[in-house]
């Protein structure tokens, strides 16, 4: 089969890097038609530079970078400096990107790709808030029925929430776009915090990636070993989730994981539980599935395919 089209849109974020890494070093099974930046980890002007040091350091300068929506739809921007940094990419050293960023929104780029390639051939992929997914939307209704599949990273059930008792992060930070999102009739596939919790990168695992003796197998365990202080100490877990990656992961082999297609509503108005996806696991009401809700992950597998990408780069 042809590789699946796909735009990655991002607030990297060291999870975020490493699934725009296995994407990168996977041509076989995944063609990177551009990433677009949101405000989320970090404020956008942050994600937008960071994306691009991604790319230089998979040696991959020819991937368009675009900026897209500096906050979300309507409430002030929530960041996460706290869990990676004041860079969003706080871990190894590495340098300014000297790749350009793309002149075009990156909303625009977002409807323009979808406008112009054959209907159900592109496939997104946000690791972010859904700020820009929604904005496209809304500004472009005629792109959502050329949508291929929407597969992201966000939300929750068993696990509930890590910004708040009751929500994700990347929906907490705009619960109006996820909305849209989850409304817009797209199929999608959801990585929720129930299965990026079962992707911890153990010290074995990390001593793999430092294994690998390449810039980009260093520059990830410096990465995994900044990101896991903040969750081992919340979690008491052995190392720290990498959420994102399952979003990529899931690109090239979905037989890593299982999920139930149900229905998934998100909170937009109570303070309490603003943000938080109410995913009808146990089917106990009528309203109909509108997400592929993934609730199980092949850890050992997961890393043994990152670590073997990882090394191609």
């Known amino acids: 089969m042809p590789p699946r089209k796909i735009i990655i849109d991002t607030d990297p974020g060291q999870d975020d890097a490493v699934a725009i890494l296995l994407a990168l070093a996977s041509p076989d099974e995944i063609e990177v038609l551009g990433i677009t930046a949101v405000a989320g980890n970090v404020p956008l002007a942050l994600t937008a530079k960071n994306a691009r040091i991604v790319c230089e350091l998979a040696a991959r300068p020819d991937v368009p970078v675009f900026a897209g929506c500096d906050r979300p739809m309507g409430r002030a921007l929530v960041t996460a400096e706290h869990v990676h940094g004041e860079t969003g990419l706080n871990g190894p050293d590495l340098p300014d990107p000297s790749m350009p960023l793309q002149d075009r929104h990156g909303v625009d780029y977002i409807i323009d790709t979808l406008r112009r390639e054959p209907a159900g051939t592109i496939t997104l992929c946000p690791?972010?808030?859904?700020?820009?997914?929604?904005?496209?939307?809304?500004?472009?209704?005629?792109?959502?029925?050329?949508?291929?599949e929407i597969i992201l990273m966000?939300?929750?059930?068993?696990?509930?929430?890590?910004?708040?008792?009751?929500?994700?992060?990347?929906?907490?930070?705009?619960?109006?776009?996820?909305?849209?999102?989850?409304?817009?009739?797209?199929?999608?596939?959801?990585?929720?915090?129930?299965?990026?919790?079962?992707?911890?990168?153990?010290?074995?695992?990390?001593?793999?990636?430092?294994?690998?003796?390449?810039?980009?197998?260093?520059?990830?365990?410096?990465?995994?070993d900044f990101f896991e202080r903040f969750d081992k100490a919340k979690y008491g877990s052995e190392g720290a989730p990498l959420h994102d990656p399952c979003v990529t992961a899931y690109l090239i082999r979905p037989d890593l994981f299982s999920g139930r297609h149900i229905n998934v509503e998100v909170e937009t108005g109570s303070e309490l539980t603003l943000g938080m996806t109410v995913a009808d696991w146990w089917g106990v009401t009528d309203r109909p599935a509108n997400a592929l809700f993934i609730g199980h992950v092949d850890a050992d597998g997961f890393f043994d395919l990152l670590t073997d990408r990882l090394a191609r780069l």
């Open 127 to 148: 690791l972010g808030p859904l700020t820009n997914i929604a904005t496209a939307f809304e500004k472009a209704p005629d792109i959502i029925p050329r949508v291929q």
């Open 154 to 224: 966000g939300g929750a059930y068993f696990a509930v929430g890590n910004i708040t008792p009751a929500a994700e992060f990347n929906i907490y930070v705009d619960p109006q776009a996820a909305d849209i999102v989850f409304k817009s009739g797209v199929p999608i596939t959801v990585m929720p915090l129930d299965v990026t919790h079962q992707a911890l990168v153990t010290r074995a695992r990390n001593d793999a990636f430092r294994a690998l003796g390449t810039p980009v197998g260093t520059a990830v365990a410096q990465m995994t």
